[in-house]
């Protein structure tokens, strides 16, 4: 059986010198301090309909629409802007290489890509 004082004593054996503790501790904490940031930190963001795809830049401000199914039907991207305006924008050449593609000064705050006679994906937060 341990007594009290034989806890302590073990304790403080196994304690870490101070200056070691606050580096560890810094080590472990500023990686994680990324998983709690904002909402509107720059990411890149896709949003999928089929193989059709449409993306936005890490700054929000650049957008570009992909038409990669050879079926006929128009894709085109539809992204809201932080100033409240809605812009369309689609790949003027179908399934040929490339796409089309936009910049935004005021950013995209969500946006969506449609493939005509068929339907669009669901929303995606840029």
Partial sequence: MITAFQ???ERK?????KKLRLALTAIVSIPLMGLWASPAQAH?????HGSDVAT???GHTFVEVYDKEADGNGVY?????????????????GS????????????????YICERNVGCSGVVNA
């Fill in 56 to 58: 936005v830049s890490s």
């Fill in 77 to 93: 991207g539809v992204f809201y802007l932080y100033n409240g305006t809605t812009q369309q924008v689609g790949d003027p050449n």
């Fill in 13 to 17: 054996q196994m304690r870490l010198p």
């Fill in 96 to 111: 040929a290489s490339g796409g089309g593609s936009a910049g935004f000064s005021a950013g995209v705050d969500w946006f």
């Fill in 44 to 48: 890149f963001a896709v949003a999928y």
């Fill in 7 to 9: 806890f302590t004593r």
